[in-house]
């Protein structure tokens, strides 16, 4: 089992609309959990941590934890051309980060 | 103000050509990373160095060897490259304490684009 594993995409969503993007983990002692976004041909950045359950609000981006599922999500709201990019979901353990195999939006205009 | 710096960004080797991948940071971060990159398979954790004097295997470690040169510079070595290695590579680093070097917030370099032939 891969440690960590996102919904399979690629994830068409309309301008406006929000996208909902899911990542499982399998590691029960993990504390950190992160979203990066990467565009085509570039490097991954950072758009989103998370260490508490609950909900964690940025802009535009809710980062969602439950621990006890072992499950953490993205939503992106008002959906916008320029959010269209591979979102990577990334758990830490130990020094390191896992990184599931990533989700592509695609945001139509 | 630099961050993280990779070189080469594109190289060319033929099957079992060796090459080094360089990689140094100006942010006093303990942490640093090699990650390689394919597609539909994420990033996946090559060699890491917890802080300067130490490296780790990550979860595909084979054919590369790794030195921390000292706290800004860690480098990849591909002693014998295989088409198999045939990827995009990062180099990332993280934290100014252990603490923050914990936390997993990775600053990456712009990655280097290898094709072994």
């Known amino acids: 089992q891969k440690e960590v594993e996102q919904n399979s995409g690629p994830l068409s969503v309309p301008e406006g609309a929000i996208a909902s993007l899911n990542c499982t983990y399998s590691?029960?002692?993990?504390?950190?959990f992160f979203w990066y976004r990467q565009y085509s041909g570039k490097s991954p950045e950072l758009i989103m941590f998370?260490?508490?359950?609950g909900d964690k609000e940025d802009g535009r981006f809710t980062a969602q934890l439950n621990k006890a599922s072992q499950y953490v999500s993205l939503l992106i709201r008002d959906s916008q051309p320029s959010d269209s990019a591979t979102y990577l979901c990334a758990v830490n353990n130990d020094y390191k980060l896992s990184f599931g195999a990533g989700t592509t939006v695609t945001v139509r205009a | 103000n630099a961050g993280v710096t990779q070189t080469p960004k594109f190289q060319v080797l033929k099957t079992g050509q060796s090459m080094t991948l360089q990689c140094a940071q100006d942010m006093n971060h303990n942490s640093m990373y090699w990650y390689r990159q394919d597609p539909g398979m994420g990033l996946r954790l090559i060699y890491y160095?917890?802080?300067?004097?130490?490296?780790d295997k990550g979860e595909v470690p084979n054919g590369y060897n790794v030195s921390r040169l000292n706290k800004r510079e860690f480098s990849l070595r591909l002693e014998s490259a295989a088409p198999s290695q045939t990827s995009v590579y990062f180099c990332a680093s993280s934290g100014t304490s252990w603490a923050s070097s914990n936390t997993g917030e990775l600053f990456f370099g712009e990655g280097s684009r290898l094709t072994v032939l």
């Open positions: 590691d029960r002692g993990s504390q950190s």
């Open positions: 160095s917890a802080s300067e004097g130490t490296t």
């Open positions: 998370i260490y508490s359950n």
